[in-house]
Nanobody
């Protein structure tokens, strides 16, 4: 059973930085997609950044390009999201997610329905 556990959320002022971590366990395969999603109150869960663990494919939502960086450690055990130049509109619960397969519809890489496993979420609050 795949388990994802996020950590690193908190409260910061606008312009500050946070680093989120997601520790993964239980995989029986080596290549899959992982990503960070976020959900603000009253809004749909949206993709922030996704990465293919078997290669160098990384994609960012337009709203975070140039400010956020997704990465993984060499053992592919931990997924990170470095968030810089944070804005109040980045305030949300951030979730780590993973697929159960290597192949997804690349045109729908940001579609949350393509991801099978989810962490419990970690809160990020950015004040102005």
């Amino acid at each position: 059973q795949v388990q994802l556990v996020e950590s690193g959320g908190g409260s910061v002022q606008a312009g500050g930085s946070l680093r989120l971590s997601c520790t993964a366990s239980g995989y029986t395969y080596s290549r899959y997609w992982m990503g960070w999603f976020r959900q603000a109150p009253g809004k749909e869960r949206e993709a922030v950044a996704v990465i293919y663990t078997g290669g160098d494919w990384i994609y960012y939502a337009d709203s975070v390009k140039g400010r956020f960086t997704i990465s993984q450690d060499n053992a592919k055990i931990t997924l990170y999201l470095q968030m810089n130049s944070l804005k109040p509109e980045d305030t949300a619960t951030y979730y780590c997610a993973s697929t159960d397969r290597a192949s997804i519809d690349i045109l729908r890489k940001f579609d949350k329905n393509q991801y099978n496993y989810w962490g419990q979420g970690t809160q990020v609050t950015v004040s102005s």
